[in-house]
Each structure stands twice: as structure tokens, then as C-alpha cells.
């Protein structure tokens, strides 16, 4: 309860909903911890650890490149456990080949874009401003979430590590400390502004710290749990039990309260005829190109069969990895530049979503180089008037957006990107690689319970 209310699943939910989901499902991963830690690398549970990889790459890339580097001390672990046995080395070499193959769809294509295009990299933005706050909660009252109850339970794991680490069982001190790690490393407490300099491709790709810190919370919350059942075992008190579950019980409901203070908060927030339609949108007035004023104009848009609706009524500036012809640095005369070749220009055009591909059309007075508010990657595919356009025939804006040769009258530009066969194979084989694990799931419980029967 309280990881699912806490800023880690919460705080995307207005958002960027593939990121929470993501966040969300990194407790399926605690089983496989204890898999790698105690040396069980037999088959099966080898290949569930490459199942929850790949479907955590399903949601999104990121959480799987954060996720990993926590899993190695408790491989290294295991890999001295089982001491080097060739059968568990196969069996893991096999879960990472079954978490690639699981994972190629995603992979394939952003390996793809990169490979073959410049692209836009997202805002640069000052690391150390974006660091979590964990250690140090900024309470706003009623419209915070339970961010309160996080620092809490850090601390309480904190002086629990230092009072009882005698006491503790090897693994609780290795989840601990790993889970502590990941904290103070997406805290200000970690050298970030040095960090920034040396390695500034993480100020556009990893942009703000905190996202560590979110990644190491739902262990932080199993490691403290972990620590206190683990002293609460070694005495006999009946009123310490009874105090750890108490204690257990109060956070859950407060965290619980607060975040659903924070929703009713939102909710009011988005609905009041006063909002103006960037704050209701999360971001700056810059950020924004639309004929409405307030958020509560675009309600309408999220419930009407028409889906062309939303984008007609508000356009939200994003340039990020838009193909260019050089290196840019993303500062506000992109986002300038990208509002007026873009977001100003779409009303000029009649867009029309067809299969696998989208149809322009416009009407000129005169046969000339017309500026689009299109992009093309190097696998794009454009169809002008029932001809398909050359590179050579188009002319590339510096922000992404090109020019082609028009014709007096109608004009119709069909726009389609084409996959390479790798990566459509890829593909294919991943769909085809989720149907296996789908179908063999349910089977592979069913033995695994009937033998749990058998041997009772």
C-alpha cells in the first residue's frame, strides 16, 4: 500500500503513465533477488528473471538499464554459491538471451532510429536541483503525497542497520545496503555536479537524479521490513510484535490518506475553470501552442469518439528526438523554433491517419519548395502526389522539418517509415517469443504445484 500510493508510482500517474507502470512491477523482481543470492540458478527460475526483464523493457528502457547494476551484487553472490558450475552459468546465459529475445521489439527499433539519424537528445536539465528529497521531504500540507512516510521509514531503516547489524542475516544486510546505495546515489548527497561535467549525456538522458532513488524504494520498503522482522524474531516480546505491526499499519494508512489527498487535490486543480491550460498540462507556457486558455476547454477532447480532437485543440512542444541534420543542443530557440515550424504550422494542413501512415494534404497557388511541418528519419518514406520522394528532392530544415516541391492545386504527401528486416524480424520473433511464455506459463505453475503436493 504504501509503495503503490508513494511518488514512485504516484508521482507519473498525470503523466507519463509506461513509466509508472514500470516503476510499478519492480517488486516481481525480489523473487529472482533471492534466486541469484542463495545460488538457485536452475532453469526455471533463471528463465523467469529474463521474463520480468523483458517485460519491464516492455514499459520502458530506462527502468531496465537502472534496474540492473542492482542485481550484481547479489549474482556475484550467487555465482560464488554455486562456484562457478557450468549447468548454472548456461541456465543464466540463458535467461539473458530469453530477456534480449523477450526484449527485441523495443531494442530493435530504437537501436534503429539511433543508428541511422541525428536526433534532437531531450532538455539538458541541472542535475542537482533535480535530486530526491528523501532525506529531506518538502510537506506542502494536504495536497502532498506521502512522501513524509518514505523519509520515516528510510530512517527507521537507517538506525535499524546501525543498532541491530549483528543480528542480521547476510542477505537482509546485502538488500539493505544495495537499497540504501541506490538512495543516497539519487540524492544531493552524491557528487552530481561533478557527475554533469565529466558525463554530460546524463543531463539529457537520465536528467534527473531522483529516478535512482525511485528505483530503489520498493526494496528500501521490503529491506526495512526485512531488518525489523528479523530482530522482532530474536525476541520473545509480544509487544514489540505487536508495536512493528502497528507501526506498519499507521504509515499505510497515512501514506494511503495523503495520496489520496494529493489526487483530490489534482482533480480540483484540472477541473476549475480558472486553471490555464500549461499548469493544468504540467509544464511552461512556452511549452504549449493552442486557441484554448484553460484546462477545462480540453476536457471534452479525452471523451469523444473523434481521437483527432485532442491534437487539433492543443499541441505540446516537444522536440526531443526529432531527426536534424546536425548536432543541436536543446535550449528555448529549439523549442521556439520547433512551436513555429511545427505546432503553428499543423492548422495549414489536413492530417489523416491511414494504414501504417499518415496523408497530408493541402491546396497551393503556386508550384514551389513548400515548407512541411513533417520530419524524416532516414527510413522514412514519402509518397508525393503518387510519387515517391528521393533524398535529394528534400531539403532539411536545421530544427527537423523539410521542404518539397509542390504543385499548383491539390497536393497530397503520404508519410510511412519503413522498418529494416532485422528489425521486423526481431520483432516477429519477440511476439512469437511472449506467445511461448504465455501459453507455457500457466502450465509450468500447475506442474510446479502438483509436485509441491507430491512432496507433502
Sequence with gaps: MIFLSSNVVYGFLFGVTWRSIAFGLLPLLVGPILDLYAGKWELLPMLK??????????????????????????????????????????????????????????????????????????????????????????????????????????????????????????????????????????????????????????????????????????????????????VAHTQTSETLHRSIGIAATCLSLISLILCTQKVSQNVHFTIADSTPLAQGLQTADGNVHSRLKYIKQLQPAFHTRKLGQLIDDADRTTPDYVPVTHKVVTDPDVYHAYTRNFSKQKSRFKHQVIRDGIKLTWHAKHAKVQTLPVVAYRRTVLVLNGKRVTSAQIKHHWIGNIGLKQRRGKNVLIIRYQSSFVTKLGTVLAIVAWIGVLIAWPITIRQSRRSAAAEQ
Design 49 to 230: 528473471l529474463g521474463i520480468y526483464i523483458g517485460l519491464l523493457a516492455q514499459f520502458q528502457i530506462l527502468t531496465v538499464a537502472l534496474v540492473l547494476p542492482f542485481l550484481v551484487p547479489f549474482f556475484i553472490h550467487g555465482l560464488w554459491r554455486t562456484k562457478f558450475e557450468v549447468s548454472g552459468l548456461l541456465n543464466f546465459v540463458a535467461a539473458v538471451l530469453l530477456a534480449v529475445l523477450l526484449s527485441l521489439d523495443t531494442i530493435l527499433p530504437l537501436l534503429e532510429v539511433y543508428r541511422g539519424n541525428t536526433l534532437i537528445p531531450p532538455v539538458a536539465m541541472d542535475m542537482a536541483p533535480n535530486a530526491s528529497l528523501i532525506f529531506q521531504p518538502i510537506y506542502n500540507g494536504v495536497d502532498s503525497n506521502s512522501d513524509i512516510v518514505l523519509t520515516i521509514i528510510v530512517y527507521a531503516l537507517l538506525t535499524g542497520l546501525v543498532v541491530f547489524w549483528h543480528r542480521l542475516t547476510p542477505f537482509t544486510k546485502l538488500f539493505a545496503t544495495v537499497s540504501t546505495v541506490y538512495l543516497v546515489i539519487g540524492t544531493t548527497l552524491f557528487p552530481w555536479d561533478l557527475m554533469q561535467k565529466s558525463f554530460p549525456l546524463l543531463q539529457s538522458f537520465l536528467q534527473m537524479p531522483r529516478r535512482i532513488t525511485l528505483i530503489g524504494t520498493p526494496f528500501m520498503l521490503l529491506a526495512t521490513v526485512l531488518v525489523y522482522r528479523e
